[in-house]
T-cell receptor, first 111, second 112 residues
Framework: DVKVTQSSRYLVKRTGEKVFLECVQD?????MFWYRQDPGLGLRLIYFSYDVKMKEKGDIPEGYSVSREKKERFSLILESASTNQTSMYLC??????????FGPGTRLTVL | GQSLEQPSEVTAVEGAIVQINCTYQTSGFYGLSWYQQHDGGAPTFLSY??LDGLEETGRFSSFLSRSDSYGYLLLQELQMKDSASYFC?????????????WGAGTKLIIKP
């Protein structure tokens, strides 16, 4: 079974802090994704990566950056956290286009 | 732009059949996917329709009609554990073929 893990289930940070969210997958998937999920808005793509060191912006990249130094690991970075970045963050990976495997999510609260 | 519309909430009775619709506006896409998400959990893949027609997987079926810009997820013999949110998603041809555009989700409430 594919396993996608995220570094924290719950995280509380203060405005202006730099925040790192880590995601690791164990199935050698090329593609990895970061989403945020807010009530009534579904999943919105922040960034994705289709290979090591490769990244592309999703629909809402502002205020975020990513890093993929190793195939199994995809990090989301909030350079200076703001209250409007309080959300559920979901990481996913895929080998092919349609079936994405998700991690358990990180609920981030920015105070 | 590209968008998917789903009802925000659907209520059904245990043992019944329910259909969750998904209409979309997109210039072209590779396929329509459905995901299930329980409260507090992660989305999990249910089905994928690359071609028009019905795909059946146990109690769940998914349908796609490209000519009508429409798809649906059909859940039969509803069980309480089917209470969850259901998301449709498409892989647009204007994007790389591993990106998905998501609907806002349908919360399915099942009553005994």
């Amino acid at each position: 079974d594919v396993k996608v893990t995220q570094s924290s289930r719950y995280l509380v940070k203060r405005t202006g802090e730099k925040v790192f969210l880590e995601c690791v997958q164990d199935m050698d998937h090329e593609n990895m994704f970061w989403y945020r999920q807010d009530p009534g808005l579904g999943l919105r793509l922040i960034y994705f990566s289709y290979d090591v060191k490769m990244k592309e912006k999703g629909d809402i990249p502002e205020g975020y950056s990513v890093s993929r130094e190793k195939k199994e690991r995809f990090s989301l970075i909030l350079e200076s956290a703001s209250t409007n970045q309080t959300s559920m963050y979901l990481c996913a990976s895929s080998l092919r286009g349609s079936e994405q495997f998700f991690g358990p999510g990180t609920r981030l609260t920015v105070l | 732009g590209q968008s998917l519309e789903q009802p925000s909430e659907v209520t059904a009775v245990e043992g019944a059949i329910v259909q969750i619709n998904c209409t979309y506006q997109t210039s072209g896409f590779y396929g329509l996917s459905w995901y299930q998400q329980h409260d507090g959990g992660a989305p999990t893949f249910l089905s994928y329709n690359a071609l028009d027609g019905l795909e059946e997987t146990g109690r769940f079926s998914s349908f796609l009609s490209r000519s009508d810009s429409y798809g649906y997820l059909l859940l039969q013999e509803l069980q309480m554990k089917d209470s969850a949110s259901y998301f449709c998603a498409v892989s647009p041809r204007t994007h790389s073929n591993y990106q998905l555009i998501w609907g806002a989700g349908t919360k399915l409430i099942i009553k005994p």
